[in-house]
């Protein structure tokens, strides 16, 4: 298995050792700073990623662990991939559904799932967009990404 084919395990890891750390501290509501780790924490250091209770390895040595090779890409066609299909059979192709789920003014459907209207917030740059069509709907893991990770 290669380091892509596990693209998702550092992910997976790096989130668990962040909420461990979130879990290891309290946040007074008037000050933002993090206390001391609760008593009784096995971590002797404090440290994200340190030793786990019971042992076993910390999240540096598990990382070290994940094999590395180069990617293979042969076989892969984006026509194989379904773009933007109704699913579900609702007359609105994905896009669409996004789209309208992701509003923050809903956006009135026409014919086919059409949509004029409607207001999005850049979750990035908090800027607000009102034509859908300078809207982006892309893949969290490019199909080529997810390709070599099979």
């Not at 002797?44 to 786990?52: E, K, L």
């Not at 933007?84 to 789920?101: H, K, M, S, Y």
Request: aromatic share 6%; net charge negative; glycine share 10%.
């Amino acid at each position: 298995m290669t380091l892509r084919r596990l693209g998702f395990l550092p992910a997976v890891l790096l989130t668990a050792a962040a909420l461990t750390a979130c879990s290891a501290q309290s946040v007074e509501a008037d000050d933002p700073k993090p206390t001391t780790p609760a008593s009784g924490s096995t971590n002797p250091s404090g440290a994200p990623g340190g030793a786990p209770e019971g042992g076993g390895l910390t999240l540096a040595d598990a990382i070290k662990k994940i094999p590395v090779a180069e990617e293979q890409r042969a076989g892969y066609e984006r026509d194989s991939f379904k773009h933007w299909v109704d699913e579900d059979g609702d007359g609105c192709p994905t896009r669409q559904e996004v789209l309208i789920a992701e509003a923050v003014t809903a956006p009135q459907q026409g014919d086919r799932c059409t949509l004029s209207g409607g207001s999005w917030l850049s979750y990035y740059d908090e800027v607000e967009v009102t034509d859908a069509k300078r809207l982006d709907i892309d893949h969290m893991v490019p199909l080529a990404e997810a390709w070599d990770s099979k």
